[in-house]
């Protein structure tokens, strides 16, 4: 207090308390304008001044840790936030990101439903819930918030992410019906034209994928998921050429895309330009590695052009990663059986028979190299397991019988003394089949009693989506505290980048 005196007569002055949010208006500025160097200069001012005490500087402070990565110390800040104002569900939703981007989910659920508690009509903290469930694998958990989040209002992301659980799911007709209740809700996103075109390209639904596809390129001409969506059903289709002019759109956008290389590769197989094929697809390889369709496309490229050991090498390496698919042991055996190995070759044809249940070249096959060892029971015996498939597959197939594959098998059974009556019907186009024919290739190999090691390779590529994740926070046009965005989480299901379907046989 300070008492003055003027003309005999007393006066008070208040004292000059510090405004907590006297800079907050500079605060939101700076960040907003992403001037992040001024905006925490002025923030460690406003600290100083009011020892600790304004809420918005700290709020802004951990929001752009979190950008810079500081997810730990972002939390912290977060907490002190929660703390200062415990009423604010902004506060809590913000605690619960950074716990969400820390890996804590069960953690980030339980911030996320106290602050549900404090606005329960909030579709955000629904949506983010649902996120949280999907990470730890509760979708029935996930599927009812995110159903509670379209209910308090529709957005894009929450059908995005429900779309998702039941592709996880494996469940495309519902994933289907998600995303088309999206598109009738926003007609104009591409994102979900793209997506719906890619599930019906998946399920062999081509009218209705180049029609969804063909929106998107009618609102975005440069969508390079679209494009290369249309190239992989001209290359399913065999139009090599026109399938090669759109992969030439799509790498002017995005030159390092393993699917693109791959898909490039698969159409100079196609047009039996094996060098350049390999080229592409080990190109594909150097930028996926990891990818074992890739590898798979490899060792079928090598194994047509006898290139055995080669093969082999690429062949080892899908299994690795694919140790559960028929084929690839079947390709295996195949390149053993030219390098002389019949005993690893019968090891990986009695691996493959155990796996594939449905593809009757598996059979043939291991028929025709027991047959060639003088092995004449088994080889009956697997030649009678291909009768029994060839049977079923008389009505309902994915796989289309090369001619002269057919005349192997019939040379077979009168040399088993079983007839030469097999009937190997084309089976009926399905039209959800997800195995389509896109290039045939044949190559001689190693002289043997009944005939030589072949590859007919059957190569389908189709198009990849490659997603972009947002994070962060980003500014309002009032000053108001930046909001939390919704959730979303890192692994996709979308279509298959590539996929490679073999046949192979021995005469």
């Known amino acids: 207090m300070i008492w003055s005196t003027r003309n005999s007569a007393y006066t008070f002055t208040a004292p000059e308390f510090p405004i907590l949010e006297k800079q907050n208006w500079l605060i939101h500025l700076y960040y907003i304008q992403k001037d992040y160097e001024a905006c925490k200069a002025v923030i460690k ?70 602050a549900a508690k404090l606005n329960q009509k909030d579709w955000e903290i629904c949506h983010n819930l649902g996120v949280c469930y999907i990470y730890l694998k509760q979708f029935d958990k996930a599927q009812d918030q995110l159903h509670n989040a379209l209910h308090l209002n529709r957005h894009d992301l929450t059908y995005i992410m429900l779309g998702k659980i039941f592709l996880l ?18 007609p104009e996103n591409t994102e979900l034209l ?49 399938a090669l002019t759109k992969y030439k759109v799509v790498a ?9 290389w791959n898909n490039i590769g698969m159409c100079f197989f196609g047009k039996k330009k094996y060098v350049a094929a390999i080229s592409c697809l080990k190109r594909a390889n150097y930028l996926a590695p990891l990818d074992w369709k890739i590898l798979y496309n490899l060792g079928l490229v090598h194994l047509t052009m006898q290139q055995y050991a080669s093969a082999f090498h690429f062949l080892s390496a899908a299994i690795n990663f694919q140790p559960k698919m028929g084929e690839l042991y079947m390709l295996l055996a195949v390149a053993l059986t030219n390098l002389e190995d019949s005993e690893n070759a019968k ?47 008389k009505y309902s197939s994915s796989l289309e ?45 190693f002289q043997q009693p009944l005939g030589s090691n ?16 947002s994070s962060g926070a980003g500014g309002t046009s009032q000053l108001t505290k930046p909001p939390s965005l919704p959730l979303e989480p890192e692994p996709t299901v979308e279509a298959q980048p590539t996929e490679a379907s073999a046949q192979t046989r021995e005469k």
């Open 252 to 260: 002017c956008a995005v030159i390092e895309s393993p699917p693109l």
């Open 45 to 114: 001012e406003q600290l100083q001044e009011t020892h600790g005490l304004c809420e918005y500087a700290i709020y802004v402070q951990a929001l752009i840790f979190r950008l810079e990565g500081n997810i730990q110390e972002s939390l912290r800040l977060f907490q002190m936030c929660a703390f200062l104002s415990p009423q604010c569900a902004d506060n809590l939703k913000q605690v619960a990101r950074s716990l969400f981007l820390l890996g804590k989910h069960k953690a980030a659920i339980e911030v996320y439903n106290e």
């Open 347 to 393: 090891r990986a044809y009695e691996e493959a028979v155990r796996l594939d249940k449905c593809n009757p070249l598996v059979n043939l096959n291991y028929a025709v190299l027991l047959y060639n060892q003088g092995e004449k029971r088994d080889a009956l015996a697997q030649y009678q397991e291909m009768e029994k498939k060839v049977n079923l597959l």
């Open 454 to 469: 072949q590859a007919l390779g059957q190569a389908m590529s189709s198009a990849a989506t490659c997603r972009k994740l």
């Open 194 to 242: 793209t997506t719906l075109g890619l599930l019906y390209l998946q399920l062999g639904i081509y009218q209705k994928a180049f029609e969804h596809l063909g929106n998107t390129l009618t609102y975005d001409p440069t969508n390079y998921k679209a494009i290369l969506a249309a190239g992989s059903m001209m290359q399913t289709h065999g139009d090599f050429d026109v």
């Open 401 to 445: 019988f090369d001619p002269e594959m057919v005349e192997v098998a019939q040379k077979l059974g009168a040399a088993l003394q079983v007839g030469e009556a097999l009937v190997w019907t084309k089976p009926v186009k399905d039209p959800k089949s997800k195995h389509q024919t896109a290039s045939t290739s044949k190559a001689a190999g």
């Open 169 to 186: 799911k494996g469940d495309l007709d519902k994933a289907i019906e998600i995303y088309k209740k999206a598109v009738e809700f926003s």
